[in-house]
């Protein structure tokens, strides 16, 4: 029996890693907004624009976004900061910051929900697809991946010689001695180089950097929206823009050789057990989990959840929606277990 491990984002907050989407939009508020930032000039980018009393903010020491765009707000309201949107596209950042964004996934949600927009809308009069405004969203997601390609490399590599969390990874997820699977792929679709140091201990264990490494011009990041089950995406291609398309991951996936790799070991190296690790599975991932789910060679689904029932049974309405077939689902799905709680260094947070 072979084995494949999904790691999401979950692994590196167990790490200690600042890489929610909260502390990227912090990183792009305090070294680009507020750097660049002109008093009586303002600040003007891609994604936003201010200008008059942002200087009467400038230089507090923020812990968190929530904190910082609480008082973007207060200053707004007092009639000492003026907020403005680009045109046309549907206002990105506004979509985020606004409406409760809890995940990257949700991020690359927002994307796609504005980009649906942008379709033909019969009995409203519009009848084309608005090719400006997609243009100008991608303009603006591609803007917000620059910047997030910048946060991520910027995160220092774990020290290989120090991590404790090593042997709570290999024993729960890798197995000890005489219960190792016969071989073991790790699907990794983080950004960050943290599951590096492990690599050169585990054996009959491969990698692949899904979704790219950030930094890494020969496998740059993957940030987009790979939906193909939702019926709005049939209707972009029968628009056949071919702007709609440039942030779909399959045709990023098309650049290098790590989609055919994953292919190659769920299909010819035999069955395998899929064990979840911090990923949200949203539908961000849909067309790909799908693959991965309802494969012949899939025997079994083990969410390692957060500690209690409610998260993995929150997890398993997101699993759910990567099935076309729900009876599937049923007989793949190992049941919740409390043992089964992904891995942490100390108690759960």
Known sequence: MNRLIIIGNGFDLAHKYPTKYEDFLLFYFKNTVFAKYQPGVGYDDKLIKLSSGLDLMIHQDFESFGSLWQRILE??????????????????????????????????????????????????????????????????????????????????????????????FTEDLIGKDGQKPDRTLILNFNYTQTLNPYMSRLKNTIKIDIHGIAGDDNNPIVFGFGDELDRDFQLMEDENIDDYFHYIKKFKYFLNSNYQNLLDFIRGGGKYEIFIVGHSCGLSDRTMLNTLFESKNCVS???????????????????????????????????????HRCPQIGPPE
């Open 75 to 168: 200053l707004k309201s007092n009639n000492n900061l003026q907020v403005n949107w680009p045109p046309n596209a549907g206002h990105l950042l506004k979509e985020i910051v606004e409406n409760s964004i809890h995940n990257w996934v949700d991020i690359e949600h927002a994307y796609y929900k504005l980009l649906k927009t942008k379709l033909p809308k019969k009995g409203v009069g519009n009848l084309h697809s608005d090719i400006i405004g997609i243009q100008t969203l991608n303009e603006q997601f591609q803007f917000m991946i620059s910047n997030l390609n910048d946060y991520i490399k910027r995160i220092p590599p774990p020290d290989s010689a120090h991590n404790p969390f090593y042997n709570v």
């Open 301 to 339: 689904i083990k969410e390692f959840h957060h500690n209690t029932e409610t998260a993995y049974t929150s997890k398993t309405y997101s699993i759910s929606r990567h099935f076309k077939n729900k009876a599937a689902m049923l007989d793949k799905m190992v049941p919740f277990n409390p043992a």
